[in-house]
Each structure stands twice: as C-alpha cells, then as structure tokens.
C-alpha cells in the first residue's frame, strides 16, 4: 500500500509546493489541511503515514496540534516533521520535546526533504511491523492459553503457570465418572465422518458444560466416553453428589441433542494418583484402582441410566432412587454390589 501523507500549513503555495515535491518522489498519496484543527479531523477519518506540520497557523498552531497528536493514543505513533520559518533553537527544543520526529525550517532543501521523509517512513514502517509482530505473539499467547485449558484442568493450569510444573500427587477421596456413547460403533459405521465427528463434539461440548456447572474436572475423552471427575484439584463440597446429578444431566442432553443417543454413566469414588504425563502432548490423567473400577462399572450399566459403586451411594444420603442390582462380577476386582440411579427425588 502506499503511503499517505498529510500536509498541514495556512499558505496554499506552501501547501502546493510540498505537495508537488511528495509526488515527484512517487508520493501520490497527499492529504490537505489549512490548519491544526483541520488536520486532528483529517487524521480521525483516515489513516496517515507521515505528517508534514507547519507551526505558525490559526485555529491550532502547530505546537498543539502536535501535543494533540502525540497525547492521543491511537495517534501518537504517526511520525511528524516540522517544517516552519522560525529557526529558533527553543522552537526546535519545543517541537522535539513534544514528540516530533525532525524539525525542518523554510526554505527547505528538496533533497534533505526526501531524506527526512524516507527516514520516518522507515521507522513508521518498522514500528508497524513490530506492532504486527506484538499482535500475533498475543495471538499465539491466547491460543496456547485456550489449548492448555483444553489440555489441563483449570487448577493444573494455575499451577502449571505459577510453578512451571504439576506436582503429581495422591488423592485420597475423588469421585471418578465415565460416560459413553451406547452402540457407538455401530453409528460410526452407519454414517459420514463429518456427521459422527460433529454429532460428537456437540456431545462432548454439552458434557464439558454439565460437568464444570457441578463443579467436576474434564479428564479426558476417550473415542466416545468422557471421563471426569468431583474433588480433585478443585473442592466440591458433596463430590458423590455433583456426580450423580451430573450423570443425570449427561443422559438428558445425550436424548435431547441429534441424533437422540444413549447413554450409559458408570461412577465410583477413592483414592487415585494424579499428574501430567508427556514431553510434546502433554496431558493430565488419573491411574488407580478407583479409575479402572468406574471404567469397569460403565460397562456393566444399562443405558440411559447411572450405575455406581455401594461406596458411592453411601454418599449420597438418600438424595436419590436407586435400585440394587446385587453382588456383580468386574472384569479383574472380583464382585462388587452396584446400584442403579432411577432419577433425582426433586426433594434435596
């Protein structure tokens, strides 16, 4: 793009004059203006590379209209020169102390003209081009930001940016939830891939909302199930509880949002060991006996319902139906009484 120039003086043959030596440099693009205040209006509607500013003029001289200039922050950056008949040291002192970028006095050398232009063009230039850089270094920030929420739980995130590292760590007590997609496979193989991808990700985006209402942490997804869990890094004052009513959420919006599927929750509660694992893809994951037995009680659950551990409904002082469906025999943890949630008693 070309650059634009304003030329700011009282005398229309001065004006002319300047005017005629930018395009004879190859400068067609020259704005006019009779005085300061002309010049504050001009620069509000329309962008300038360079201003040429006279200091002797009505209206607004020219020592204001450079403070003007200079104090407005969205203007501040135009490089200015002075081009004025006073040949006053305390003139030049002033215009420079205001922010101006050279001082030139009438009647101004054609060749030191162009020199003087080309040397703020230049600094416009490259301020723009580090101003372009600043902004796209605030672009990457916020985008890495977004990416490691989506990586981390917010408390690792805090304490990623505050220690430079997350400590991994042993939990006592966490509520530990899976939800998975019932007949999954099936739909994958039944219809496009933009449609289970995009199907899914609503899904997936309606979950990460239920959960963080509940005060649970988003672990991860894995293919079709979504893990998260209540009393990790963050308090829940009734971990058990959160869980259950957000499991029961989940099976709502999974009916409500296309294609209508179901689900199925599995949920238990213990101690697990938490941290961040990878060097290029990092991630924060739970292991323990807690996690595999929750994995394990999902695919024991029917769908559309929410099945947890005996240890789990403990917990939940009577806030919930549930039905018992006796001693059931997991895969590797040997029998393990579950119960199956039928709804929230609207009471509690």
């Known amino acids: 793009m070309a650059p634009r120039f304003l030329v700011v003086d ?6 002319f004059t300047l005017a005629l030596l930018l395009e004879a440099e190859g400068y067609t693009e020259v704005a006019l203006a009779e005085n300061g205040q002309d010049a504050i209006e001009c620069l509000a509607q329309q962008s300038v590379d360079v201003v040429l500013l006279d200091i002797m003029m009505p209206v607004l001289d020219g020592y204001n209209t450079l403070e003007r200039i200079k104090t407005d922050m969205n203007l501040r950056d135009i490089p200015v020169i002075m081009i004025s008949a006073i040949d006053e040291t305390d003139s030049v002192v002033r215009c420079l102390e205001l922010g101006a970028e050279d001082y030139l006095t009438k009647p101004f050398n054609a060749a030191v003209l162009k020199a003087r232009v080309n040397a703020c063009l230049m600094q416009k230039r490259l301020h723009d081009q580090e101003a372009g850089y600043l902004r796209q270094i605030e672009q990457e920030k916020r985008r890495a930001e977004q990416l490691l929420h989506a ?7 805090h304490e990623l940016k505050s220690t430079n590292a997350v400590k991994p760590r042993r939990f006592e007590d966490v509520t530990v939830l899976f939800c998975d997609v019932v007949k999954f496979t099936a739909y994958c193989d039944q219809h496009s891939p933009e449609e289970v991808v995009g199907h899914l990700q609503n899904l997936v985006n309606a979950f990460e909302d239920i959960a963080s209402a509940h005060g649970l942490e988003k672990i991860k997804t894995i293919g079709d199930a979504f ?4 009393g990790l890094l963050q308090h829940v004052p ?5 869980s259950v009513r957000a499991g029961l959420e989940m099976i709502d919006a999974a009916k409500r949002l296309p294609p209508g599927w179901s689900v199925r929750i599995g949920i238990h509660g213990g101690p697990l060991v938490g941290g961040v694992i990878g060097r290029t893809h990092y991630s924060f994951d739970v292991w323990g006996d807690t996690v595999n037995t929750a994995a394990r009680i999902v ?5 559309d319902t929410v099945l947890m551990s005996s240890r789990v409904w403990r917990d939940l002082d009577g806030s919930f139906q549930g039905r018992s469906k006796g ?4 895969k590797g943890k040997g029998q393990l009484e579950l119960i199956e949630c039928a709804a929230l008693d609207g009471t509690r």
Do not use: K, S, Y
């Not at 695919?299 to 769908?303: K, R, T």
């Open 227 to 230: 893990m998260a869990t209540a």
């Open 151 to 157: 990586t981390l739980p917010a408390a690792a995130v």
């Open 299 to 303: 695919d024991q659950a029917a769908p």
């Open 327 to 330: 001693l059931v025999e997991l």
């Open 10 to 15: 009282d005398n229309e043959d001065n004006r």
């Open 238 to 242: 009734r971990p058990a509880i959160a």
